[in-house]
């Protein structure tokens, strides 16, 4: 089976024609443009009035303050302070603590862009643009002293969808041997300021490939069926825990591909540019860009076996796992390495 070419969503950098979405200016047909709180924009206005440098420079001073103050100040013992879709869905205090370091920080630099965090309440804003922030990716590996969780900050222009922003730069932050990747819409990706280009394996036979599960039984159940189908036809598979960290693995190099149902906004928004950066493809499946049924990354051509299968295996299809109906009217998906 031959997959459909999806829409490079995260992939092209030569406007007006990459922004996402059916009309000359990234506004889909009948779909407002915009940020929390406020009225449409011309999303080419925004992104070409801004400098990507200076964002990304300062999502890297965001990202990596971060990470230092949980380094720092990390209890001897880290307790779960609240649980989310289920009850497997930890939020610990950490992460409420550096989300409010981090929108403290943004808006002190930053006062007319929108804010959209994992664990708080969305900020309006004026400018066109909204930060995305995931304070730590990978709370559960946090929680268990497992060395794979970073702190992600992006910055979009446009709605904040990852099928229809158009992202402008990002920061990973591996909180524990201190990684950092940063990427910049038309930079480049680097890792610790080295230049990344993803790797382009052989074919699907040889490659190794990353992916991660939900909190909720029966999406693991399905994820389950999909893996089973996946595993025999690839190297091997590694769950790492941080979809932020899988992503940025696959702009470095040492991931193929990646695939994984249930991402949200947060979740993808700095990796996904890192991955496009390196030269990755970041997409969905049927046609669509990445998003909550399901995010695909990794180099052509070899990422489009990888598609089809997973279109073969129905790997985006209908199951109980899901809960809708958060604060902002979003579809959130439980993911067990949230």
Known sequence: MSPQQPPSVHGAHDLPHDLPGGQPDGQPDGQPDGQPGEAPRDVRAVVEGVDVDALRDLARRLATEAGEHVRTNGPERVEVAATKST????????????????????????????????????????????????????????????????????????????????????????????????????????????????????????????????????????????????LPRVRDVRRIGSAAIDLCRVADGSLDLYYERGLNPWDQAAGALVAVEAGAFVGGLRGRGP??????????????????????CDADGADDGVRSGAPRGDEVSPRADA
Do not use: K
């Open 291 to 312: 998003g909550v049924e399901m995010t695909v990354a990794g180099a052509e051509p070899v990422v489009r076996d990888l598609v089809a299968l997973l279109e073969e």
């Open 87 to 230: 009850a497997v869905d930890p939020v610990t205090q950490m992460d409420r603590t550096v989300e409010e370091l981090l929108r403290s920080r943004i808006a002190t630099a930053r006062p007319d862009d929108a804010i959209l965090g994992e664990e708080g309440d969305d900020v309006p804003g004026s400018s066109g643009l909204t930060w995305v922030l995931d304070p730590i990716d990978g709370t559960v590996n946090y929680l268990y002293g497992i060395a794979a969780y970073a702190v992600s900050v992006a910055v979009v222009a446009g709605p904040v969808d990852p099928e229809r922003w158009t992202p402008l730069a990002g920061c990973v932050h591996a909180v524990v041997d201190g990684s950092t990747w940063t990427a910049a819409r038309g930079r480049g990706a680097e890792r610790d300021g080295r230049a990344l280009r993803a790797n382009v394996p052989a074919d699907l036979a040889t490659s190794l490939v990353g992916t991660g599960f939900g909190y909720a039984a029966e999406r693991r159940a399905e994820q389950g069926r999909v893996l089973a189908r996946v």
